[in-house]
Nanobody, 125 residues
Framework: RVQLVESGGGSVQAGGSLRLSCAASGYTYNLHCMAWFRQAPGKEREGVAA????????YYADSVKGRFTISQDNAGNTLYLQMNGLNPDDTAVYYC??????????????????WGQGTQVTVSS
């Protein structure tokens, strides 16, 4: 199994920045994609950004392009999400996810089989 633990959430004012981290442990050798999802109160969980564990190929939701950056450390065991230019619409619980399926690294929830517990991000106006 794979364990994912997020950290770095918090409260920030509009226009501010936060950096989320996700530590992966366990059988990480067969992970193909990692991603960040988020879920706001009363809304469906939506994909934010994804990255191929074997390189630097990334994919972003239109709502965060140009503001958020997904990255990983060289060992591939820590995933990051740098969030700049935050606005109240970014308020949500952010989840780290990992996929073993050999598919393009996009943001379809059903392709991800491991999930973290989430970290709260609150942006005030």
């Amino acid at each position: 199994r794979v364990q994912l633990v997020e950290s770095g959430g918090g409260s920030v004012q509009a226009g501010g920045s936060l950096r989320l981290s996700c530590a992966a442990s366990g059988y990480t050798y067969n992970l193909h994609c990692m991603a960040w999802f988020r879920q706001a109160p009363g809304k469906e969980r939506e994909g934010v950004a994804a990255i191929w564990t074997g390189g630097t190929s990334t994919y972003y939701a239109d709502s965060v392009k140009g503001r958020f950056t997904i990255s990983q450390d060289n060992a591939g065991n820590t995933l990051y999400l740098q969030m700049n230019g935050l606005n109240p619409d970014d308020t949500a619980v952010y989840y780290c996810a990992a996929a073993t399926a050999i598919l393009p690294c996009r943001l379809e929830r059903e392709n991800y089989n491991y999930w973290g517990q989430g970290t709260q991000v609150t942006v005030s106006s």
